[in-house]
């Protein structure tokens, strides 16, 4: 877990219950969930191996040993899993360095959060060298803290990121407004007692109690997440 401003505590606006945000990375605020796809088929490709679509919905969302072992057993492949681990990485890289889309209304949301002082963290199951580059075009002053794949024991989707995000800030779990993409980071999410906002990026969630889901971000705004919370009264 790295600190990148100074804790903000868990100061809100009078009234709310809203404690902190907890943002997802990879396909919730950067649209790179089929990034990490493309570089899976290029890698795999140069082994001799063709990946089945099908096993994108596998993959999605979850760290990078799960999803990395998952392809190395259904192909076959001759390669070990740190191997692996390097080159998707350095593929990754590679693509975020030409190009790095953030998903509408990511921008906006992050201001309004940092305007209003609401403690904000960044929880992905990226490893830090990635997420670090990505912070370079996020900004990383939108973020108390950030928490990535490769610095916790159990990462998404075990809820260990999220409580060590929510302990960082100050924050009780259940006063944290979780947004994600993937079933993985939802249930993560969940586990750890967060309030979710799921944004489907590559495959449907469906609605749960103490889960909201909406088809972009940018139907999400400060006001929106202190009604999740309001709603738990």
């Known amino acids: 877990m790295t ?5 903000l505590g868990t100061r809100t606006a009078e009234g709310s219950a809203l ?6 990375m990879d396909g919730t605020l950067v649209d790179t969930e089929g990034f990490w796809w493309d570089v899976e088929v290029e890698v795999f490709a140069a082994l001799g191996h063709t990946l089945d679509d099908s096993w994108r919905h596998v993959v999605v969302g979850g760290p990078m040993s799960r999803s990395a072992g998952f392809l190395i057993e259904a192909t076959g492949a001759d390669i070990t899993l740190a191997e692996l681990t390097v080159l998707l990485n350095q593929g990754f890289e590679d693509r975020i360095d030409r190009s790095l889309p953030v998903m509408p209304g990511a921008a906006r949301l992050l201001a309004e959060l940092a305007a ?6 960044l929880v992905s199951a990226s490893h830090r060298r990635i997420i670090d580059r990505v912070l370079t ?7 108390a803290l950030t928490v990535a ?3 916790v024991p159990r990462t998404k989707p075990h809820p260990d990121p999220y409580l060590l995000a929510a302990a ?4 009780d779990p259940a006063r944290c407004a979780v947004v994600e993409d993937t079933a993985t980071g939802v249930a993560a999410a969940e586990a750890a007692g967060c309030r979710v906002v799921a944004v489907p990026s590559v495959a449907p969630i469906a609605p749960a109690a103490r889960r909201t889901v909406v088809s972009s971000l940018e139907q999400v705004d400060l006001a929106f997440l202190r009604g999740l919370m309001t709603e738990m009264r």
């Open 3 to 7: 600190t990148t401003v100074p804790a």
């Open 19 to 24: 404690q902190a945000v907890l943002l997802d």
């Open 116 to 121: 209003h002082e609401i403690p904000t963290a």
């Open 137 to 143: 075009s996020l900004g990383p002053q939108h973020f």
């Open 149 to 151: 794949g490769d610095e």
């Open 168 to 171: 960082g800030l100050g924050a």
